[in-house]
């Protein structure tokens, strides 16, 4: 694999009239194409601020960002985010969810229809093309919210807390379509979440942050079985242990 992301001495310094604070501190990791990574630690810590940074909706204070070797200097058409609502416009159907935004960037890079159309059927949501999200449930509108964010054929997705809303049986449901979607369509993946459990199921490598000004406190290899599903891989007679010292991190 190559490498697809890298940070490397990346600082971010909010500033008012009246004072400056430090939010991130000297974060550098790489990722490499194709694998799945969570960000977490505790709340303000600067996890959404991170992937901000890399989407370029925020710009770094010193340090690099750099996609495929390009310095992030604006926001990048090589990034697709999803955030913990699934903002789908209520007055449009499924389909034409999906397709605003290779309509807004003239098809572009972007997925052809009949693909779309190949995830809506193999998600089970091609029946629904016609629906209002309204007539949806909350599994099904996070599948539609991924499958209109992959429409543009971005190279990384940045998932923020996207499952945070759903309740737990469903929550854990979508975690395994969310996670066979990424790896099936060979996705680079950046997950932040608060939900350690979550991470561990998901990711090839969990990044720990420490408590505000964020920094990289350790990094975390997930050895389990990558062709397993989330559901699965919390039964792994190693996934206990891996909590407990992601736990004892977290402290």
Not at 24 to 29: G, L
Not at 74 to 96: A, C, H, I, P
Not at 124 to 153: D, W, Y
Request: proline share 4%.
């Amino acid at each position: 694999m190559s490498k697809i992301l890298e940070l490397k001495n990346v600082y971010l310094t909010y500033q008012t009239l009246k004072s400056e604070t430090l939010a991130i501190s000297d974060v550098s990791f790489d990722v490499e194409s194709g694998e799945f990574i969570s960000i977490v630690g505790p709340s303000g810590c600067g996890k959404t601020t991170i992937l901000s940074m890399i989407s370029g909706l925020l710009p770094v204070s010193s340090g690099k960002i750099l996609i495929d070797g390009e310095i992030v200097t604006k926001v990048s058409t090589n990034v697709g985010y999803m955030f913990q609502r699934d903002n789908l416009f209520e007055w449009l159907n499924v389909y034409d969810n999906i397709m605003i935004g290779p309509k807004i960037n003239h098809k572009k890079n972007c997925l052809p229809p009949e693909k779309l159309r190949e995830l809506l059927n193999k998600y089970g949501l091609l029946e629904f093309e016609k629906s209002k999200p309204n007539e949806l449930s909350g599994g099904m509108r996070q599948r539609v919210s991924l499958i209109r964010t992959l429409a543009l054929n971005p190279k990384i997705l940045l998932l923020d807390e996207p499952f945070s809303a759903l309740d737990y049986q469903t929550r854990l449901s979508v975690q395994n379509d969310i996670y066979e979607i990424i790896k099936s369509e060979h996705k680079t993946a950046i997950l932040v979440t608060h939900d350690i459990s979550e991470a561990i199921a998901m990711s090839d490598r969990i990044i720990i942050l420490s408590k505000r000004p964020g920094t990289i406190k350790k990094i975390i290899d997930i050895n389990i079985d990558k062709n397993q599903k989330p559901i699965e891989r919390r039964n792994n007679s190693i996934f206990n242990s891996y909590f407990k010292t992601l736990w004892e991190e977290l402290q």
